[in-house]
């Protein structure tokens, strides 16, 4: 039996322009998905993925070695159907078979089992423990399957390889990750806060390209924010560097800030995280700052030491 685990991520700065070059900092999260493999005799691939409350939400079973699909189910109304989730699993495989050719090749089968320890709507990274956790299975580049499969950064397979936080820079396809020390003084009065919903990044990025307006002298700042970021141990100064950040990709992009949007009431600091309008935001405040959310139908509040790395 082989067992492979992956942290989850969150993208603090450089949302949108990490894709453009930027440096962005990005964490792991506490939470993430293993992935655990056993050998059978029959030539078939037996997959089961399972809920973070261990519930099975997802099978599916492809003849080996052509990795055809046999059949699937899917325990879910919320999104997809067991068809188009199992065919993209079987392009993840068959993209990881591409990088190795040796990968689900041979005479045996396998029975393989996923575990997400963060219910799938957090979008925590799903997808992009999923595709790192094949990667290492199949010894392949996590970075080249995810571009291979889909695309994106790759700044979440960072994440997913590394335990500590990262600023991560992508530059011409070649990802650069470089750990750093982010641990401020003030991290007890940071909070993570979730939407109630799920954002698509695909959608998100999408919408990003439509509407930015190219500024080479914006991204430059957004860097040295994701820079500057890690070094304060002031939290007026973290707040006004977070408040910066939301200016800068609201003007980017013509959206408008989550703060203004929802939560206009607030004193403390509120800025999006990932594709804006779902998901997670981060949170300065103090301990009022959980009853404030929930009092307005936002129940998912997690601190500083429960969410991160």
């Not at 990088?99 to 575990?115: A, I």
């Not at 806060?193 to 959608?203: A, F, T, Y």
Request: hydrophobic share 35%.
């Amino acid at each position: 039996m082989d067992r492979f685990y992956s942290n989850g991520k969150l993208l603090l700065t450089g949302e949108y322009v990490v894709l453009d070059g930027a440096t962005a900092l990005a964490v792991p999260t506490k939470f993430g998905q293993d992935l655990i493999v056993k050998s059978i005799q029959e030539n078939q691939l037996v997959w089961g993925s399972f809920s973070s409350e261990g519930a099975c939400w997802f099978e599916a079973v492809f003849d080996l070695p052509k990795l055809r699909l046999v059949n699937a189910t899917f325990n879910s109304e919320s999104e997809g159907s067991a068809e188009f989730i199992a065919e993209t699993l079987q392009d993840i495989l068959q993209e990881a078979r591409k990088l190795n050719s040796d990968f689900l090749n041979s005479e045996k089968g396998y029975v393989v089992k996923t575990h997400l320890t963060f219910p799938r709507d957090w979008g925590l990274g799903s997808s992009s423990t999923l595709i790192n956790n094949i990667a290492q299975w199949a010894k392949v580049d996590g970075y080249q399957l995810l571009w291979n499969a889909f695309s994106g950064s790759g700044y979440d397979i960072a994440c997913a390889q590394n335990d500590a936080p990262i600023l991560y820079q992508l530059e011409n396809k070649e990802p650069t990750a470089t750990t750093v020390v982010f641990d401020p003084s003030f991290k007890d009065q940071l909070f993570f806060v979730h939407l109630n919903q799920k954002q698509n990044s695909r959608e998100g990025i999408a919408q990003y390209k439509k509407n930015v307006q190219n500024s080479s002298e914006k991204m430059q700042r957004i860097s040295e924010i994701s820079i500057d970021i890690t070094k304060t141990s002031n939290k007026k100064e973290f707040e006004q560097l977070l408040n910066e950040h939301e200016q800068i990709i609201s003007e980017m992009t013509r959206q408008q800030p989550v703060k203004e949007r929802l939560f206009p009431d607030y004193f403390g600091s509120i800025k999006s995280l990932g594709a804006w309008g779902g998901d997670f935001i981060l949170v300065t405040g103090n301990e009022t700052t959980p009853e404030y959310f929930r009092k307005k139908g936002y129940h998912t509040v997690l601190s500083y030491k429960e969410m991160i790395v």
